[in-house]
Every structure is written in C-alpha cells, then in structure tokens.
C-alpha cells in the first residue's frame, strides 16, 4: 500500500515536472521563427525601402548639427531669398537659412513621433492587460473609461489642453501621449483575453503564479506584434498631428524650427505661388516621412501575421 503511494506521488510530481508554464522552444526554433519574420519583411520591397528613408531621416535628426551649415536660429540679411549656392533651399521671411531649419525641423517630428507613442503604448498596454485578465467589474470600468475617451472630438481636445497647458514640444508630446491610449488598450484586451484561455496560462494559475508574474512575463511577450505594428501607425499619426497643431499656431512655437511651423509662413497665396521653396521642402518631408513608416507598419503587419507564416 505504502509501495503504490510512493508511486502516484512520484506520478503526480513527474506531471507537474512535465507542465509548462509556456510552449517549450529550442534556441534553434527561437532563432528560425525570427529568421523567417524578418526575411518576410526584407521581401516587403516598400517596407524595405520606408526603413532606408526612416533611417535616414533619424540620422538626419541625430547629426543635425554637423549637417545643418547654420544655427536655424541666425538670421541672415538676405530675406525671402530664392535657393542658391549659398542658400541651398533659399531663406525665410526673417532671412533664416531654411536648409539648417529643415535639418533641426526632423528632430522636433520625431521626438513628438517616438514620445508620444512611447507614452500611449505603455499606458494602453497596462490597462488593456489588465482588463483582459481580470475581466469582470475591472474589465468594464476600464472599457467604459476607453469610451469615454474616444468618444470625444480627438483634435479639439487637444486644441484645448495645449491651449490651456500652453504650446510647447513637452506638452504636445504629453497631451498626445495622454489621450492616444485607448486604441491600443482595446487591441491588447482582445489578444490578453485569447491568449489567457491557453493551457500553459492555466498551468501557470494551477502552480499559484501571481497575476503580474503571468501577465508581464507570458502574456503580453505574446502580444508584441500588434502593439509594435499599432505604435509604427501611431508614430505617423503623431507627426501630422504636430504639423497641423504648429501650422495653427498650437504647436511648437518659432524661433524653434519645426516643419509644421515652416508650412505656416507660406499659408498667403502669394507664396504659395511664387515662393515654393518656403513649403515645398518642409510638405516633401512630412509625407516621406509618414509614407515611410507607414510602408514599415505594412510590413511588420505582413511579417508577423500568423497565417501567412504557416
């Protein structure tokens, strides 16, 4: 009798031995299935081609001062000059060089792009993981707190609150931060709520691991995708949302050079038609660059869907 108990409980530890807490992989497996996500984004020839022009505009922005031949703050004597050898893409208004000014312009697109975005995505993804685990009273406070947001005029509210905060690059970026949330929450509770229904998650609850170990270190590792895919669109959708807020006169404020700032100086229709170079530039830089990383979200999209890996 005693024999046959020592023999189910070592059953009974073999099994527990043998339940994982997440899908066993080999460092080889590991290594193939990244292999095959980014050789199916290097045969995205446009997503390709977005990554080379973002890389580009990044290392634009990061040696801008060795790039820029002038401080985007001088002015010069030569006022509303045509492009020349001596002022590639011409001056403004105020005779300030508008190359140096499109240089140092990438860094304010990109720190309200990547700001923003690194903002809302750790406040969706928190809120939504913890939605979608706990469901319940929990879940719909949450969803609720989501409707509410999205259900109000997304521009005018931040017209309002930088009106209030006051027009500044740190202001934009936190009051775009603080109301581009909800979208991703709601990605990340539908994928927390499959995800959560999978054996090795209830393996894991049967062990007694504690709700955060399972949530941050299972859970959401599995979401990556679509929260990557989400803040790539939502890095484009930052950037023309700071273009028209400098354009209104809500965003960054002049002196500092900003593209959407450089469009407001050409709004008369007399430079808009005899003075090109005054938006021309800064207009073909704003849709390379949201063209760009659109192309890059398509890819990663494409490149982490799972039907098209089988």
């Known amino acids: 009798m005693s024999m046959a108990n020592v023999k189910l409980d070592d059953q009974a530890v073999s099994f527990e031995q043998q339940i994982p807490l997440a899908p066993i992989e080999e460092l080889g497996e590991e290594e193939s299935y990244l292999r095959v996500i980014t050789k199916r984004f290097f045969k995205h020839k446009l997503a390709v081609l977005g990554l080379i022009v973002f890389t580009l505009i990044l290392l634009m922005a990061i040696l801008a001062p060795l ?12 006022f509303s000059a045509a492009p020349s050898s001596k002022y590639m893409l011409g001056t403004d208004q105020v005779g300030r060089d508008l190359f140096s000014r499109l240089i140092y312009g990438s860094r304010v697109s990109l720190s309200v792009g990547i700001g923003a975005v690194a903002i809302y995505v750790a406040i969706g993804t928190i809120l939504g993981a913890i939605a979608g685990y706990f469901g319940k009273w929990v879940d719909m406070i949450i969803m609720r707190i989501t409707d509410v947001f999205m259900s109000f005029p997304y521009l005018m509210v931040i017209l309002v609150l930088v009106s209030i905060m006051g027009p500044s690059l740190f202001n934009i970026i936190v009051v775009l931060g603080l109301l581009g949330w909800p979208g991703i929450a709601r990605i990340v509770r539908g994928s927390v709520l499959s995800i959560k229904q999978m054996d090795y998650i209830k393996a894991g609850v049967a062990l007694g691991y504690s709700a955060p170990r399972l949530v941050f270190q299972h859970i959401l590792p599995n979401c990556l995708g679509p929260i990557l895919v989400n803040a790539t669109f939502g890095i484009a959708a930052a ?3 700071e273009a028209s807020l400098s354009f209104l006169g809500m965003g960054v404020q002049p002196p500092t050079a900003s593209w959407g700032n450089m469009l407001k100086d050409a709004q008369s229709l007399s ?36 039907k098209s890996l089988r």
Do not use: C, E, K
């Open 239 to 241: 950037i023309i949302t």
């Open 67 to 78: 790039l820029a031949p002038r401080s985007p703050y001088a002015i010069t004597d030569q």
């Open 271 to 306: 430079v808009l038609a005899s003075q090109p170079w005054l938006w021309v530039p800064p207009g073909i830089m704003i849709l390379l660059s949201v063209l760009s990383i659109n192309f890059m979200g398509d890819g990663l999209r494409d490149a982490m869907d799972p």
